[in-house]
């Protein structure tokens, strides 16, 4: 006889991985948008407040990659990233000189999903990966909130 009953905590596994893979492509994304701005700005003070914002979102990034392993998956962004800006609010004017509004936009638009993946964590009653999410978003707050002040 077959067996159709679907193995729960695998699923659960697999589930609270994608969700990890899915804010990993983001933070990936939001980490390349970030370089973006700093690469098309002149303004020195610009540049520095963008590196900075970049080397955040590389320890998030980091952070999601080693919990993504931590739950037995691969971390991996590059599928979604490489031809598209994935979830992140990307605006149409992403080309132009206004680098400042546009990436408080994707950062606003990061949290948001990052809250959601709290969300997610706890209902999958993973609670070392909520609260990862919880540090984040408060990072990426911070960093959104400075940005909108510019």
């Known amino acids: 006889m077959l067996n159709t009953r679907s193995d729960n905590s695998s699923e659960r596994g697999h589930r609270l991985i994608k ?21 098309n700005t002149t303004a020195l003070e610009m540049k520095q407040l963008f590196d900075q914002a970049n080397k955040s979102v590389g320890v998030y ?5 080693e919990r993504v392993v931590e739950i037995g998956g691969v971390a991996n962004s590059t599928e979604r990233v490489v031809p598209t800006w994935s979830h992140l609010l990307c605006a ?3 080309l132009c000189r206004n680098h400042a509004s ?3 936009s994707t950062l606003g638009s990061f949290a948001e999903l990052t809250r959601q993946a709290i969300d997610a964590s706890n209902e999958f009653s993973d609670f070392a990966s909520a609260d990862m999410f919880s540090e984040i978003a408060d990072g990426v707050d911070k960093w959104h909130r400075t940005l909108v002040a510019v």
């Open 61 to 65: 990034a980091d952070r999601i990659a």
């Open 19 to 39: 969700l990890c893979n899915d804010r990993l492509a983001d933070a990936v994304d939001l980490q390349l948008q970030c370089k973006h701005a700093f690469w």
């Open 92 to 94: 149409s004017d992403a």
């Open 102 to 104: 546009t990436l408080a």
